[in-house]
């Protein structure tokens, strides 16, 4: 009855999850590459031996077959590496990581990415929504299309999708570019402070404070880099969505820097 | 957060989703490990109506007399449906206090129901000629075990795990609701409807019932409300997208139908697979790869959408 890769899973008095799980230790390593099947391990066996290669063994290279849509996978990397998933992932893919390559040859659900600060993530699938939700940095390639509130949030670093965009995109984007090769939802840019939104396909609606932007030199040589790096072929005409900057009021200037100018 | 699953098999034919059904619910039991319900629906037999009913909740006081008054109220619902010209073919005790009658009646529906529940604690949990809903407190393999599902075979069937938000944790709070008095139709949601109050007020000026506190019901009753003035599946599920006001992914069924429908906000999640022989939904993919252990293609569906597939 147990579905694929499900384990009883047994919970402490705080409500952790697995708190005495052990590393499963059953990767097979070749140099500084491993690589290991995840169908029959629990996400914190996972997550347990991809910590152990990475920062106990030293890999830089790991590939993990079967992830099987599991939550929470490749969370909290905060090294350089290359990682590989073969498959699907769930929510919470991929979230607060610093300096990882990552690519996935499935789909990824909702919150992938989340706060993400530097390095690469390349889905060749779908996203679900939330996508690169309060992203810091670092580029965020999904081949297929995301779902709604995608770089809600966003601080910065680039999020790239080649197909459409659900609602609410870019809501409350604060810095950073979100690139998008499809249609997008209603409510584009609601409320954002800052940031640039490039749009190949129609925009069923803008949302608050969001509008037209200038094309610049600058803009075509940033979307023509981003698509030669990812190899995504040459890219289509888009449209720059900026903030209008009339919906708040503040100064860019922080309390002690004021009080040096007055 | 609950969670939501649907599964229908194009071509019509016969399968375990008993056991499939129960596979998706249980690995998305951390979205709701409350109370687990199902609306299956199965192979006709001859003809018959099937109805679910149960005589008592999980919070009814059970007191000395607790056994005595189910087996009085059991006999009361059989001499009702008999004194209405129904006559019944087989009663299944699933549980103490859960029912299954299969019985002949070609008379009003709604009349049949009404007079069942007028015994104290009865509700229909589903009425209908392939329907049938079974819902009870637990993860879904308790549920499926207490209700003995493993035999189960049917063309599709929906799932709900629930963690209860805006009412009790009982069976009434439980989805999928049925579309009383509307034969054959259920729904499964997911979110929160914030004109709950409003609808209520005026699908029980119209003649409807509503047996819990759960926002949930309301949908069912919507649709049922709409399907019985002439609107189809879909069109009702359109017009729903405007009039009920909240964050919602449900999920609806009909003997030969299945639909979802989306919220203008996206707010609440629902993965998609389609394939030529099969659909499956479910609020997490993981879910539908609990039946389909392979990689697949899905997706999410945007804002405002209605999606309905026939069987």
């Known amino acids: 009855m147990a579905a694929v890769g499900e384990r009883k899973i047994t919970y402490d008095a705080r409500g952790l999850a697995e708190p005495f799980a052990d590393v499963p230790k059953i990767s097979e390593i070749d140099g500084t590459r491993a690589r290991f099947d995840a169908l029959e391990l629990t996400t914190r066996a996972i997550n347990l031996e991809l910590r152990w290669l990475l920062y106990e063994l030293g890999m830089k290279e790991i590939e993990i077959d079967n992830p099987g849509s599991k939550h929470s996978l490749g969370v909290g990397i905060l090294t350089r590496c290359k990682i590989t998933f073969n498959g699907s992932l769930g929510y919470f893919g991929c979230g607060l990581i610093d300096g990882p390559e990552i690519h996935i040859t499935g789909r990824v659900g909702w919150s992938a990415c989340e706060n993400m600060m530097s390095g690469v993530v390349v889905v060749d699938g779908n996203a679900g929504s939330l996508t690169g939700a309060a992203l810091r940095g670092g580029d965020l390639v999904v081949k297929g299309r995301v779902g709604a509130r995608s770089g809600v949030d966003q601080k910065g670093g680039t999020i790239i999708t080649l197909g459409s965009a659900g609602s609410m995109t870019g809501f409350m984007m604060q810095r950073g570019r979100i690139i998008i090769g499809g249609d997008v939802g209603p409510g584009l840019g609601d409320s954002m402070y800052d940031g640039t939104i490039y749009v190949a396909g129609k925009v069923k609606s803008l949302g608050i404070d969001c509008v037209p932007g200038e094309w610049t030199d600058a803009d075509t040589e940033l979307i023509e880099r981003k698509f030669r790096i990812y190899g995504l072929g040459s890219p289509p005409e888009f449209q720059k969505f900026v903030c209008g900057k009339v919906l708040y009021n503040y100064d860019s200037l922080e309390p002690a820097e004021k009080k040096l100018v007055l | ?311």
């Open chain 2, 1 to 311: 957060m609950c969670g939501i699953a649907g599964i229908i098999y194009r071509d019509g034919s016969q399968h375990p989703i008993g056991d499939e059904m129960t596979r998706m619910l249980q690995s998305m039991k951390h979205r709701g490990p409350d109370s687990t319900g199902y609306a299956l629906y199965g192979a006709p037999e001859n003809g018959d109506l099937i109805m679910r009913y149960k005589l008592a909740d999980a919070n009814t006081r059970r007191d000395f007399e607790f056994a005595d008054r189910l087996r009085r109220h059991r006999v009361e619902v059989e001499s009702r449906l008999a004194s209405l010209g129904a006559s019944i073919h087989e009663v299944e005790e699933e549980t103490p206090y859960a029912f299954r009658v299969s019985f002949e009646y070609d008379g009003d529906l709604k009349l049949l129901a009404d007079f069942v529940e007028d015994i104290p604690d009865a509700e229909v949990l589903s009425l209908g000629r392939t329907l049938e809903i079974i819902k009870d407190l637990g993860d879904a393999e308790t549920v499926h075990d207490q209700y003995g599902l493993s035999s189960f075979t049917g063309t599709h069937a929906i799932g709900h795990v629930r963690m209860a938000t805006e009412s009790e944790v009982d069976i009434a709070g439980a989805h999928p609701y049925w579309a009383y008095p509307y034969s054959d139709v259920a729904v499964v949601h997911n979110g929160q409807l914030t004109n709950y109050f409003m609808w209520r007020r005026r699908l029980e000026r119209a003649g409807r019932r509503f047996m819990s506190e759960c926002d949930s019901e309301i949908i069912a009753v919507y649709l049922a409300q709409e399907m019985s003035e002439g609107a189809t599946l879909e069109e009702a599920m359109h017009s729903s997208l405007d009039e009920l006001d909240g964050v919602f992914t449900y999920i609806a069924v009909t003997k030969d139908e299945l639909g979802v429908a989306k919220d203008e906000l996206a707010a609440k999640p629902l993965v998609l697979y389609e394939s030529d022989d099969l659909v499956a939904i479910a609020s997490e993919e993981i879910a539908i790869r609990a039946i389909l252990e392979r990689e697949i293609d899905t997706y999410d569906p945007y804002e405002r959408e209605v999606l309905v597939w026939q069987r």
